[in-house]
């Protein structure tokens, strides 16, 4: 594949780091769109939506660095080279969920009502940086026989070259597209504040307790070696959504033509 696009004034643009970017610009735009449409501030979403992504990105790092801390002890400052891959979805979801939750209150924002605006963006945004992780070949998977297993060949690849791989990123891009479509059709409906929320929430984590089965980078390193990190992250956001339409259930949805912000 291509970990390394092109150059340009000298500066080598990444495919990973080009993508993931992409992803957050078009979580960004679909956000701010459904937000105003809901009658949210579309300057005070942007303005949470700047927080949340300083916090998922610093979040998703920060997880990938306690998966995987040997490399980062002996060269701490790579810590800092995002654009070289190594980064974790669920930690970012957590971080930005976090931070959007804190910041929404100040700028006049409810925040349930915000999660249902940018819930298909989060999934949106997965997508478009799965096209990078497959370019990079990082999250790359098991070896596999199958007839569309992927051989990845470029010597900066950290996929094993030369070997039919099963194309995790690509499977899980597509998930994350087929969660989009869902949520939009969903939020057309009237559900209870909130509910997009839990159910991306439980989509996600639902699909990451499969699709982690099939990926290659990954260290069982919990209950003997039967589950990753990721995995048992998966079971806390998946607790975290049922618990949450439970509570979501006995709230009082908002009245028909209430502004939703």
């Known amino acids: ?3 390394e696009l092109f150059e340009f004034n000298g500066v080598t643009i990444h495919s990973w780091g080009l993508f993931v970017a992409l992803g957050f610009m078009a979580g960004v735009e679909l956000t701010v769109y459904r937000a105003g449409r809901a009658g949210c501030d579309r300057r005070s979403v942007r303005k949470l939506l700047v927080w949340a992504i300083i916090a998922a990105v610093v979040g998703a790092r920060l997880f990938y660095v306690v998966l ?3 490399p980062f002890l002996e060269h701490p400052l790579e810590v800092f080279l995002l654009w070289k891959g190594g980064v974790v979805f669920s930690g970012g979801v957590a971080a930005g969920t976090a931070a959007a939750w804190i910041a929404s209150r100040p700028l006049g924002l409810d925040p349930w009502n915000l999660s249902d605006a940018a819930a298909p963006g989060i999934a949106l945004g997965d997508a478009v940086g799965r096209i990078g992780c497959l370019l990079a070949g990082c999250c790359y998977g098991l070896p596999t026989k199958l007839p569309w297993g992927i051989v990845f060949r470029h010597p ?4 094993p070259t030369g070997i039919p791989l099963h194309p995790t990123q690509a499977y899980t891009g ?3 597209l087929g969660i989009f479509i869902l949520l939009l059709r969903v939020g057309e409906r009237r559900i209870r504040t909130g509910g997009l929320l839990c159910l991306y929430l439980g989509l996600y984590a639902s699909s990451r307790l499969v699709l982690e089965r099939f990926r290659g980078d990954l260290d069982r390193v ?5 589950m990753t990190l990721t995995e048992a992250a998966a079971v806390l956001i998946l607790c975290f959504a049922a618990g949450l339409w439970v509570y979501l259930g006995r709230k009082r949805d908002r009245a028909p033509g209430r502004n939703a912000c």
Do not use: Q
Request: avoid cysteine; hydrophobic fraction near 40%.
């Open 1 to 3: 594949m291509l970990p």
């Open 68 to 70: 995987d801390p040997g």
């Open 156 to 159: 900066y690849s950290p996929a």
């Open 174 to 176: 597509l998930v994350s």
């Open 222 to 226: 919990l209950f003997g070696g039967t």
